[in-house]
């Protein structure tokens, strides 16, 4: 076998085919018997016979050096867990290559693939393979491995392409039309109207239950001895920060609880970015990650690629970080939980004394960690969790709650909840 690498980090590989291995073999025995009998036709016939594969070798070698192979996502494709993209991929070759030609890549299983014969002038080849990823992640496609044979079909010539490609997969997302956040409309749980206050002064009035009091008119207060608010003009839509649980409880963690809370803020993350309002994520995870408010596209990938690596590893409560980060949130906040926090009613209503809109989708753990038909149990934890969401709600939280079997898909139909809802 020879190797040989090229100029762009390629490495090349030379094996005979079996046909090949039939030809030395017989051009080795034909020698031997040539040199046995000396008889001249048949050292012709032996140095023939070796003398092919070489002619393969160095056609197969001027062949090989034209061959290119891309890989690449189509642009704006947005690979998503469960469902199925593709990936393009083109093999070039030179008018010395053979017709015959397979990539064997890794995408990310090995996979081989045959790419059609040349025509006319044409030397490049385009095929489309699909891809699907049962899990969220971030991956890399390759190396790849292109395989020709010589014009003879003797030899095989197979060259390694090292680079690599990273794809990120999102988690699994759903439509959310029935959830309280809309673009144009007055959002639950929230005590002003879509806009974001700017900084233009508009006018004064009569102060109302439930107006911010940061905006409250001192000036005028000292004055008249009435309370009067300042009003702003409208411009631009609210911001939501989408704040995801992800604290480690217990020893083990329930693999399908922690996907369907990651699959919650994901499908928020992109009602909220149809809908056009700015958003960031911040994640209750051991790093405390999050990204930033901006006004294109941008916020929402950072945001779907970071929930597609987010472990469910962090140590404090989730009303600590939200009360924590409080200050950069924007005007409202959605709260996806999935473990117990005592302190959560406490920090909603922090919140809403704040101005800010809040919205929670509270995971009925229970469901995914009891067995259905466990009895007093399962009654128990669902009583339990109804007391949870009423605390939430009396502290002025729009609740909606994921449980199974319905899962993240339940958030599309606006119900408080399922079976923990009929409890309370």
């Given at each position: 076998?020879?190797?040989?690498?090229?100029?762009?980090?390629?490495?090349?590989?030379?094996?005979?085919?079996?046909?090949?291995w039939q030809v030395l073999a017989a051009g080795a025995?034909?020698?031997?018997?040539?040199?046995?009998?000396?008889?001249?036709?048949?050292?012709?016939?032996?140095?023939?016979?070796?003398?092919?594969?070489?002619?393969?070798?160095?056609?197969?070698?001027?062949?090989?050096?034209?061959?290119?192979?891309?890989?690449?996502?189509?642009?704006?494709?947005?690979?998503?867990?469960?469902?199925?993209?593709?990936?393009?991929?083109?093999?070039?070759?030179?008018?010395?290559?053979?017709?015959?030609?397979?990539?064997?890549?890794?995408?990310?299983?090995?996979?081989?693939?045959?790419?059609?014969?040349?025509?006319?002038?044409?030397?490049?080849?385009?095929?489309?393979?699909?891809?699907?990823?049962?899990?969220?992640?971030?991956?890399?496609?390759?190396?790849?491995?292109?395989?020709?044979?010589?014009?003879?079909?003797?030899?095989?010539?197979?060259?390694?392409?090292?680079?690599?490609?990273?794809?990120?997969?999102?988690?699994?997302?759903?439509?959310?039309?029935?959830?309280?956040?809309?673009?144009?409309?007055?959002?639950?749980?929230?005590?002003?109207?879509?806009?974001?206050?700017?900084?233009?002064?508009?006018?004064?009035?009569?102060?109302?239950?439930?107006?911010?009091?940061?905006?409250?008119?001192?000036?005028?207060?000292?004055?008249?001895?009435?309370?009067?608010?300042?009003?702003?003009?409208?411009?631009?839509?609210?911001?939501?920060?989408?704040?995801?649980?992800?604290?480690?409880?217990?020893?083990?963690?329930?693999?399908?609880?922690?996907?369907?809370?990651?699959?919650?803020?994901?499908?928020?993350?992109?009602?909220?970015?149809?809908?056009?309002?700015?958003?960031?994520?911040?994640?209750?995870?051991?790093?405390?990650?999050?990204?930033?408010?901006?006004?294109?596209?941008?916020?929402?990938?950072?945001?779907?690629?970071?929930?597609?690596?987010?472990?469910?590893?962090?140590?404090?409560?989730l009303s600590e970080v939200v009360l924590e980060g409080?200050?950069?949130?924007?005007?409202?906040?959605?709260?996806?939980?999935?473990?117990?926090?005592?302190?959560?009613?406490?920090?909603?209503?922090?919140?809403?004394?704040?101005?800010?809109?809040?919205?929670?989708?509270?995971?009925?753990?229970?469901?995914?960690?009891?067995?259905?038909?466990?009895?007093?149990?399962?009654?128990?934890?669902?009583?339990?969790?109804?007391?949870?969401?009423?605390?939430?709600?009396?502290?002025?939280?729009?609740?909606?709650?994921?449980?199974?079997?319905?899962?993240?898909?339940?958030?599309?139909?606006?119900?408080?909840?399922?079976?923990?809802?009929?409890?309370?």
């Amino acid at each position: 076998m020879l190797r040989r690498a090229g100029r762009d980090g390629s490495r090349l590989s030379v094996r005979p085919t079996s046909a090949g291995w039939q030809v030395l073999a017989a051009g080795a025995l034909v020698f031997f018997v040539a040199r046995l009998i000396g008889t001249t036709q048949f050292h012709q016939l032996a140095y023939a016979l070796l003398a092919l594969p070489f002619a393969s070798l160095v056609l197969g070698i001027a062949g090989s050096r034209g061959v290119r192979f891309s890989r690449s996502v189509p642009p704006g494709t947005h690979l998503t867990a469960g469902e199925t993209s593709a990936v393009v991929l083109e093999l070039s070759r030179t008018r010395f290559g053979a017709s015959r030609a397979e990539v064997v890549d890794r995408l990310p299983e090995p996979r081989t693939l045959k790419f059609p014969p040349p025509r006319g002038g044409n030397r490049t080849a385009v095929l489309e393979a699909p891809l699907s990823f049962p899990r969220r992640g971030v991956y890399e496609l390759g190396p790849a491995e292109t395989r020709i044979s010589d014009p003879f079909g003797l030899l095989g010539f197979s060259r390694t392409f090292r680079e690599k490609t990273e794809v990120v997969v999102y988690p699994k997302t759903y439509p959310l039309p029935g959830f309280p956040l809309r673009g144009g409309d007055m959002e639950a749980g929230s005590r002003g109207s879509r806009g974001q206050r700017g900084d233009e002064f508009a006018s004064l009035r009569e102060y109302r239950r439930g107006d911010d009091r940061r905006h409250i008119h001192w000036k005028s207060v000292a004055r008249t001895g009435e309370l009067f608010v300042k009003e702003f003009s409208l411009e631009a839509p609210r911001r939501h920060t989408v704040v995801l649980d992800a604290r480690r409880e217990g020893i083990r963690t329930n693999e399908g609880e922690v996907e369907d809370a990651v699959s919650a803020a994901a499908s928020v993350l992109r009602h909220l970015s149809r809908e056009r309002l700015p958003l960031r994520l911040l994640c209750a995870n051991a790093a405390a990650q999050a990204t930033e408010f901006g006004n294109d596209d941008a916020p929402y990938r950072e945001s779907m690629r970071l929930l597609a690596q987010v472990r469910a590893d962090g140590a404090r409560h989730l009303s600590e970080v939200v009360l924590e980060g409080r200050g950069g949130l924007g005007e409202g906040v959605v709260i996806v939980s999935r473990t117990r926090d005592a302190g959560l009613p406490a920090a909603v209503r922090s919140l809403r004394d704040a101005g800010l809109s809040v919205v929670v989708v509270a995971l009925a753990t229970y469901t995914y960690r009891t067995p259905p038909g466990s009895g007093g149990a399962a009654q128990g934890r669902g009583e339990e969790f109804a007391r949870s969401l009423r605390l939430l709600e009396a502290a002025g939280a729009t609740v909606r709650v994921v449980d199974q079997p319905n899962g993240v898909g339940g958030l599309s139909g606006g119900r408080r909840s399922a079976r923990a809802g009929s409890n309370g």
